[in-house]
T-cell receptor
Framework: AQRVTQPEKLLSVFKGAPVELKCNYSYSGSPELFWYVQYSRQRLQLLLRHISRESIKGFTADLNKGETSFHLKKPFAQEEDSAMYYCALRRYGGSQGNLIFGKGTKLSVKP | DGGITQSPKYLFRKEGQNVTLSCEQNLNHDAMYWYRQDPGQGLRLIYYSQIVNDFQKGDIAEGYSVSREKKESFPLTVTSAQKNPTAFYLC?????????????FGEGSRLTVL
């Protein structure tokens, strides 16, 4: 079965501390994985995707096929990083936007 | 201003009534989607459409219906058969080819059944 698991509902860190939001997936074959973010009072938007191997707003995520993980990391958290984060997996055989989302992790960065 | 427009933002409905949520996009995207967002549940796919006059059921299609008569429009009807319709509904679109899976979301519609 195709599945995305985000084990933490809430993650609270202090400003300047490292942050890691966990994401594990279940998928046969080569997955396409994404991180979406929803800031307060804003639309849900794409943060990054693993195929681009990019760093956005200081965040990176590495696909680890052995551990079936795609954890989102940032070395020094900022208050403006506080948001809801969703890990997503493109459904096998699905169209470009046909994604399976995890339940989300709320990140709270304290001053 | 390009993007996805959902209306209304807030909607109240009495039990037994159907209600239609509007979704319009001017991004010239081929594919459109409806997701339902519940606290602690993440997003779940209701229906999607990859091309005009065609749509498919998602994971939780029961009690919902859609139409795709125009490329830019993908309305969702929440019928009286939907057992738990109170939720936040998100419409999204993506490019048919390329785009690498990026979804563009609307601001959402919050439906409350009284």
């Amino acid at each position: 079965a195709q599945r995305v698991t985000q084990p933490e509902k809430l993650l609270s860190v202090f400003k300047g501390a490292p942050v890691e939001l966990k994401c594990n997936y279940s998928y046969s074959g080569s997955p396409e994985l994404f991180w979406y973010v929803q800031y307060s009072r804003q639309r849900l938007q794409l943060l990054l995707r693993h195929i681009s191997r990019e760093s956005i707003k200081g965040f990176t995520a590495d696909l680890n096929k052995g551990e079936t993980s795609f954890h989102l990391k940032k070395p020094f958290a900022q208050e403006e990083d506080s948001a809801m984060y969703y890990c997503a997996l493109r459904r096998y055989g699905g169209s470009q936007g046909n994604l399976i989302f995890g339940k989300g992790t709320k990140l709270s960065v304290k001053p | 201003d390009g993007g996805i427009t959902q209306s209304p933002k807030y909607l109240f409905r009495k039990e037994g009534q159907n209600v239609t949520l509007s979704c319009e996009q001017n991004l010239n995207h081929d594919a459109m989607y409806w997701y339902r967002q519940d606290p602690g549940q993440g997003l779940r796919l209701i229906y999607y459409s990859q091309i005009v006059n065609d749509f498919q059921k998602g994971d939780i299609a029961e009690g919902y219906s859609v139409s795709r008569e125009k490329k830019e429009s993908f309305p969702l009807t929440v019928t009286s058969a939907q057992k738990n319709p109170t939720a936040f509904y998100l419409c999204a679109s993506s490019a048919g080819t390329g785009g690498h899976g990026e979804l563009f979301f609307g601001e959402g519609s919050r439906l409350t059944v009284l």
